[in-house]
T-cell receptor, first 114, second 116 residues
Framework: GQQLNQSPQSMFIQEGEDVSMNCTSS?????WLWYKQDPGEGPVLLIA?????ELTSNGRLTAQFGITRKDSFLNISASIPSDVGIYFC??????????????FGKGTHLIIQP | ETGVTQTPRHLVMGMTNKKSLKCEQH?????MYWYKQSAKKPLELMFV???????ENNSVPSRFSPECPNSSHLFLHLHTLQPEDSALYLC???????????????FGAGSRLTVL
C-alpha cells in the first residue's frame, strides 16, 4: 500500500518559535489531512486540503497541498505550550472512497522547551 | 454527551483473559472504525462498519472480534491476546463510509491495552 514519510520525527523548540513539518509520498493523494493528538487523547482534525496547490489557515496553523499531489506541509507560527503533541498527516485516495484509502504518517512529536 | 466515547480508557489483561472494548458515538454517524496505534508506527485500520455491516477487515487476527449492534455502538472483543497486541486502540466514526470532502474521521480518546 501507500506510504507517507513524515518529518521530522520529533522537534524540540522554544516557545514563540515557528514550526514546520511535512509529509511526502511516492503516490498521489486526492486529499491531505492534518491531525493533532494531545497526550492521552485521540487525534483531532486540524486542517483538510482538497485541491493541489491549496493553502489553508486555521489560526496560527497553515497547511498546503503540494502541486504534485505527493506532499503537504504544516506550519505553526509563534508556538505556545498547548501546541505540544503529536501531529499526523494523512493522505486519502479515492479508490473505493473507504478508510482503506486513508494512509497515515508516523507522526511528528512537538516538544516545547520553557 | 457528545463525540466519540471509548471505555475503558485503560485495560490490563493476561493472555488467557477475555475482555471487550466499547465505543459509542453521539454524532449520528453511519460508519464506525477500529484503529490500532503502536509507538512509532502509522495508525493501522482494523475494521470498518457501515450501517452496522462489516465492510472491511484488514487481515486482523481472529483473536480480535468486532461487533456493531447498532449504528451508535461498536465493540472489540479480545480473546487470547499476545503481548505484541499491547497498543492504543482508537475508535472513530464518520458521517458515511466514503471519506471524501467534509466527511472525515472523528476519533475517540482511545483505550490503552496492556497484555501481560
Amino acid at each position: 500500500g501507500q506510504q507517507l514519510n513524515q518529518s521530522p520525527q520529533s522537534m524540540f523548540i522554544q516557545e514563540g518559535e515557528d514550526v514546520s513539518m511535512n509529509c511526502t509520498s511516492s503516490s498521489i493523494f486526492n486529499t491531505w489531512l492534518w491531525y493533532k493528538q494531545d497526550p492521552g487523547e485521540g487525534p483531532v482534525l486540524l486542517i483538510a486540503l482538497y485541491k493541489a496547490g491549496e493553502l489553508t489557515s486555521n489560526g496560527r496553523l497553515t497547511a498546503q497541498f503540494g502541486i504534485t499531489r505527493k506532499d503537504s506541509f504544516l506550519n505553526i507560527s509563534a508556538s505556545i505550550p498547548s501546541d505540544v503533541g503529536i501531529y499526523f498527516c494523512a493522505g486519502h485516495t479515492y479508490s473505493g472512497g473507504g478508510a482503506d484509502g486513508l494512509t497515515f504518517g508516523k507522526g511528528t512529536h512537538l516538544i516545547i522547551q520553557p | 454527551e457528545t463525540g466519540v466515547t471509548q471505555t475503558p480508557r485503560h485495560l490490563v489483561m493476561g493472555m488467557t483473559n477475555k475482555k471487550s472494548l466499547k465505543c459509542e458515538q453521539h454524532l449520528g454517524h453511519n460508519a464506525m472504525y477500529w484503529y490500532k496505534q503502536s509507538a512509532k508506527k502509522p495508525l493501522e485500520l482494523m475494521f470498518v462498519y457501515s450501517l452496522e455491516e462489516r465492510v472491511e477487515n484488514n487481515s486482523v487476527p481472529s483473536r480480535f472480534s468486532p461487533e456493531c449492534p447498532n449504528s451508535s455502538h461498536l465493540f472489540l472483543h479480545l480473546h487470547t491476546l499476545q503481548p505484541e497486541d499491547s497498543a492504543l486502540y482508537l475508535c472513530a466514526s464518520s458521517r458515511n463510509r466514503g471519506l471524501a470532502g467534509a466527511n472525515v474521521l472523528t476519533f475517540g480518546a482511545g483505550s490503552r491495552l496492556t497484555v501481560l
